[in-house]
């Protein structure tokens, strides 16, 4: 089970995280477990709306897993899951893709940021 940085994250995304961003999260958590044996640290999901930047955080939309202190295996696995459910997804004709970039690379903060875009205005 996934590790929240913050606990009062967690009770946030359960009433408030998209369904789709719960999936993905989900499917990286058990991909973690079985191949490593190790539990994801979330360190950010739902954040207030910054009007001078475009977020899907404030909607639910995303989520920020801790990347310094795992296996760069791990990272490859997460990035292979993902580009398999958007292409099933895109098989199934379902609406959104989700998108990742690591960011803060070497750095104390240093993390995945993963998102679902639904293509609606943000």
């Known amino acids: 089970m996934a590790v929240w940085k913050h606990e009062k994250d967690q009770t946030v995304w359960a009433s408030l995280g998209h ?7 989900g499917l990286l958590d058990i991909m973690s477990l079985l191949f490593f044996g190790l539990e994801i ?8 709306k910054n009007p001078e930047k ?7 939309q995303a ?12 990272i490859w696995v997460w990035e292979m899951t993902i580009k398999m459910v958007n292409g099933i997804w895109h098989v199934m004709r379902k609406p959104g893709r ?25």
């Not at 989520?63 to 791990?74: A, E, F, N, Q, W």
């Not at 960011?103 to 993963?114: L, P, S, T």
């Open 63 to 74: 989520i920020d897993l801790r990347t310094k202190t795992i296996p760069v295996r791990m």
């Open 19 to 25: 369904q789709n961003m719960k999936y993905i999260l």
């Open 98 to 122: 989700f998108d990742y970039v690591r960011e803060c690379v070497g750095e104390e903060n240093e993390h995945m940021h993963i998102e679902y875009d639904t293509g609606d205005p943000v």
């Open 41 to 48: 640290t979330i360190t950010s999901a739902i954040r207030e």
């Open 54 to 60: 475009k977020s899907f955080h404030p909607l639910g």
